[in-house]
Each structure stands twice: as structure tokens, then as C-alpha cells.
């Protein structure tokens, strides 16, 4: 950043003229995008300084009804990834533009990775302002993507849902409950066996409904009883004879050993949870339950020590002087707060 920074507002001058001159030429107009994309990169949190010029561009871009957006658009959306990425804070203009994430994924999914990777900029930086703007549309994405993606689509984009859980355990789940009865039908469809991807495709759909067993028991105990549940399950062939919540207790069993450490101690918080309905059903699993909460207790705080670590931590934990949080610190920060919440 210091070695850009004499230089930032004549390069901002340069990009602005460049830009109002390069109406129709296409090719011109992608090399400055990814030209103003680096730029950005090279500002950090300093970028703001160029949002001037820089978002009328990227909304131009992200435009799906402008006559150049074919040409403009994935470089457009890597911009608008970068400026996310480094923005110290959301403004009401970033904030207006989430939207058009909506109408890109309608048209197809061509940029799948890029718009999961804009929709978790805006969940860490947006908050509960973005969540209390923008509910419906992060609803309808996700409902658009799972179900309609393959299985690397689904592995990009359950880690969007699992960050929405963390952050807003009582207010999202309700609202993706369409989404969240297709990741059961996930868990509880067969088939994942000789398939890895499908099995961690599984493995983390579980981990998510754990997670909300966790963090929201109520709700899940009730997403589990609704009739419109019942009715998917049917449809999609799967037999509703045992409760699903029980089903979902033998998928935690079964995938612990195909989940990161942190999903592990996921799963064995929900189970500790499911010990205590006492339920002759979860008696019967006692051994099970017991064997994957005791490979958790002494997996010991491996997830603390790897998430605690980075370029921008002190040792003790706290940011070194002069920085602000990147992306990454604020979705392990989301981890640990997480952890430190519950405990087995």
C-alpha cells in the first residue's frame, strides 16, 4: 500500500478519463477493471479514496441489463469481490448493489464461486444492517443454488449458510427454511458411498443442521415435525418412518470422520444436546455418541490454535497495531466466538 500511495490520486485521475473514453471498446474497458481491481487490492483499507470513480464502474459492470454486460461482467465481479474484501467498513452504496447477486444467479450460474464468495463479504461486513436490508434475497439465492448445483457448487456454497447460522442463529433459519429442508434431504438421501464429493457434501449439510440444533433447538426440533418436510421426504423417496431428528442423530454418527475438526465438535455438541431427551432411540446409541464427544474432548483446542494464528495477531490475540480486520480474521474471529459459546 505505501508504495501506491503518492501516486493514488493521479492514478485515480487516470482511471476516471481512461474510463469516460473508452465508451464501446470493450477490450479497453476490461483491462481497466482489472487494472482498478489491483489498484484496489493495492489501496487495502485505504480504498475507499477511490469509491468515487470506483462504484459507478462497478455498478455499470455488475449490470446484467447493460448492453455490455456479456463482456463486462466476470471482470466486474471480481472487482466487486476485491473492493469487498478490502473495504474497512460497508458503505449505503456497496450495500444497494447486493441485489444484482440475485439477478446474475437467476440468469445462470456461470459465476457461482465469485457471488458465494460476494454474498459472505457482505454477511462479515454488512451485519445485521445487510441481514435486516437484503433477508429475501440472500433467501432466494440460496434457495435458487442448492438443488440446482452440482456437488462442487454445493461444497462452495454451504460454507455461505453456515456463516449466516453463525452470525444470526435465531433469525436465519426461519428464513432459509427452504434451503435448510433440502440439505436434510441431502443428509438422509443415500447414494454417497463410493462418491467422496457427495459424501462431503453430506458430511457438511449435517454440520450445518447441527449447528442450528445447537445454537437454535427449538427451531430445528420444529423444522424436523413440519409436515412440508415430510412431504419433500416422500417425493424424493426417501422413507419418513423413523422422526428425522433420530435420522439425523445416525448421519452425525456415521460422517464424523469425514468433517474438519471444528464440524467434529459440531457434531458433538448436537449429540451431547440429543443425550439429554433420553430418549430409548438415543440410549440405544449411547457407545456411539459417547466414542465421537470423547474424540472431540481430546482432539483437544487444535481449532483455537489454528484460527488464533495469523499474519495480522499478535500473540496474545489482538490485532497489531495500526491494522484493520481482513476477511479472514473476521471469519475466524466468527469461529472462535462460536466455540467459545458452547462447550462440551
Not at 85 to 93: D, G, I, K, L
Not at 258 to 270: D, E, P, W
Request: charged letters at 15%; hydrophobic letters at 45%.
Amino acid at each position: 500500500m505505501s508504495d501506491v500511495m503518492p501516486f493514488a490520486n493521479k492514478l485515480i485521475l487516470f482511471f476516471q478519463k481512461v474510463w469516460e473514453e473508452s465508451s464501446g471498446e470493450c477490450l479497453l474497458q476490461i483491462q481497466l477493471l482489472v487494472a482498478l481491481r489491483n489498484f484496489v487490492v493495492a489501496l487495502g483499507y485505504q480504498s475507499p479514496i477511490c469509491y468515487d470513480i470506483l462504484l459507478p464502474i462497478l455498478q455499470k459492470g455488475i449490470d446484467i441489463d447493460s448492453p455490455d454486460e456479456l463482456n463486462l461482467l466476470e471482470d466486474s465481479m471480481l472487482l466487486w469481490e476485491a473492493t469487498l474484501s478490502h473495504a474497512p467498513s460497508m458503505v449505503p452504496q456497496l450495500l444497494a448493489y447486493f441485489p444484482c447477486v440475485v439477478k446474475i444467479m437467476e440468469r445462470s450460474f456461470d459465476h457461482l464461486q465469485v457471488a458465494v464468495n460476494i454474498t459472505e463479504d457482505y454477511i462479515i461486513l454488512g451485519g445485521s444492517e445487510f441481514l435486516s436490508i437484503h433477508a429475501s434475497s440472500v433467501a432466494q439465492i440460496l434457495d435458487l443454488v442448492v438443488g440446482n448445483v452440482n456437488d462442487r457448487g454445493l461444497l462452495s456454497t454451504l460454507p455461505v449458510i453456515d456463516i449466516l447460522i453463525q452470525c444470526f442463529p435465531l433469525e436465519v433459519p426461519q428464513l432459509i427454511s427452504s434451503t435448510l429442508q433440502k440439505l436434510i434431504v441431502i443428509c438422509l438421501s443415500g447414494g454417497d458411498d463410493q462418491d467422496p464429493s457427495k459424501t462431503a457434501v453430506k458430511a457438511s449439510s449435517a454440520a450445518i443442521l447441527a449447528r442450528i440444533l445447537v445454537m437454535n433447538t427449538n427451531y430445528l426440533a420444529h423444522l424436523t415435525s413440519e409436515p412440508s418436510l415430510l412431504l419433500l421426504l416422500q417425493s424424493s423417496g426417501i422413507p419418513t418412518e423413523e422422526n428425522v431428528l433420530l435420522c439425523l442423530v445416525d448421519i452425525w454418527l456415521d460422517k464424523a470422520d469425514n468433517v474438519s475438526s471444528i464440524q467434529r465438535k459440531t457434531y458433538g455438541l448436537a449429540l451431547s444436546i440429543i443425550l439429554t431427551l433420553r430418549l430409548p432411540q438415543v440410549l440405544n446409541k449411547l457407545d456411539q455418541i459417547l466414542s465421537v464427544c470423547t474424540t472431540v474432548i481430546l482432539g483437544g483446542n487444535d481449532d483455537l490454535t489454528e484460527e488464533s494464528s495469523g499474519d495480522n495477531i499478535t500473540s496474545s490475540g489482538s490485532l497489531s497495531k495500526g491494522t484493520i480486520p481482513s476477511k479472514e480474521f473476521r471469519r475466524r474471529q466468527l469461529k472462535l466466538q462460536t466455540l467459545s459459546t458452547k462447550c462440551l
